[in-house]
Every structure is written in C-alpha cells, then in structure tokens.
C-alpha cells in the first residue's frame, strides 16, 4: 500500500536550516507530483511546496518562497524540503503527500509527519 515516511525535522533557532526527507513506497514515485504540507497548532494543514513527477516544476507558498526548495530523487522515491532562514512561524508538523502538480489537491495517505520547532 502507498506509504510515505517523513525525517528530518528538530528544534533549530530562528535563521537555521533544516532538510526534511520523505521517502515513499507502494506506488510508481516518478509518475507523481509530490507535495510538502505543514500543520500548526489548531490551524488547518497548508501547502508548502510541490514539485511534478520529473522534477521540472516547483510551486511555493508566498509564506516560504525564497527561504525554502522542494527537489526529487525519483532512483531513490525520496523527496526533500531544504528549509533555510527558519522563523518561528514555520513551527509546525510537515508532512509529504502525492498531489496535484500545483499541491493544492493532496492525494492522502499521510504518514506520521515530522515536527519542525523554529524557537530561539
């Protein structure tokens, strides 16, 4: 069945970076879209970023452009959020989702997340 892993999140103070990882399995990686997603404390889950199956389109939330890049390693069904110049608001449980080529329809099948604290 479809399964998604997300790694990599951690406490870092503001202005750090991180780099999250979700390796996937249980489908065909490379004829997907995938998408970063993140969930605040009692706010709804949001697009963070999405890339298409072959890496060749990326598309941002306002709120992360600049700061953060979504890339693909289709040999290894991994998908990676680089995330730089971290504020507080980024404080939030990331998630990886097969979606839409825009992100903004997430397929499901979410994993357990990974929890990003951006806290000085």
């Known amino acids: 069945q479809v399964q998604v892993v997300e790694s990599g999140g951690g406490l870092v103070q503001p202005g750090g970076s991180l780099k999250l990882s979700c390796a996937a399995s249980?489908?065909?990686?490379?004829?997907?879209?995938m998408s970063w997603y993140r969930q605040a404390p009692g706010k709804e889950r949001e697009l963070v970023a999405a890339?298409?199956?072959?890496?060749?389109?990326?598309n941002y939330a306002d709120s992360v452009k600049g700061r953060f890049t979504i890339s693909r390693d289709n040999a290894k069904s991994t998908v990676y959020l680089q995330m730089n110049s971290l504020k507080p608001e980024d404080t939030a449980v990331y998630y990886c989702?097969?979606?839409?080529?825009?992100?903004?329809?997430?397929?499901?099948?979410w994993g357990q997340g990974t929890q990003v604290t951006v806290s000085s």
């Open positions: 989702s097969r979606s839409s080529r825009s992100g903004a329809v997430p397929y499901g099948s």
């Open positions: 249980g489908f065909t990686f490379s004829s997907y879209a």
């Open positions: 890339i298409t199956s072959a890496g060749g389109s990326t």
